[in-house]
């Protein structure tokens, strides 16, 4: 009976922690979307890769390198963090790591042959040939179905 009591008690947790992980993001989303949107019709990127690789990159917002740097996309470069070494890129304001991470992109060779496509599969697979992520393939998936389950890919222009 006890074995039972625990399991259930750390499944309400466990719940309890993935519906909070889900609001965190739907806030996320709905704070960044403006830019995200405004961005993507400068650079034409996506809103559903800015939007998404932001997401996986910054945990929501909520990663260390986020909170101490704005670095919302893990970009490394430099920084003037005093309270712990990091080889991350830091920025004054969360709009300035958007922006950076679209120059960087936009500045890739796939770039002019994807620029104002909306396929972000594509995207993906290009931004990964190019190195942008270590982790490859994991990085895609992990993306991707960030993108699915929170159907970023609905507000990239058709």
Known sequence: MFQKLIRIFLLQVFFTQVIFAQKSTTRYIDKFLPLAKELSAEFGIPVSIILGVSIHESASGTSRNCKD????????GKNH??????????????????RDFCGIVSRKKFYAKLKDTNDY??????????AYAGAKQSWINAVSKIIRYYKLDAYDEK
């Open 69 to 76: 740097l704005n670095n919302y996309f893990g970009v490394k």
């Open 81 to 98: 963090f005093k309270k712990r070494k990091t080889r991350y890129k830091q920025y004054q304001k969360p709009e300035d790591s958007f």
């Open 121 to 130: 599969k594509l995207w993906l697979n290009e931004m990964n040939k190019s």
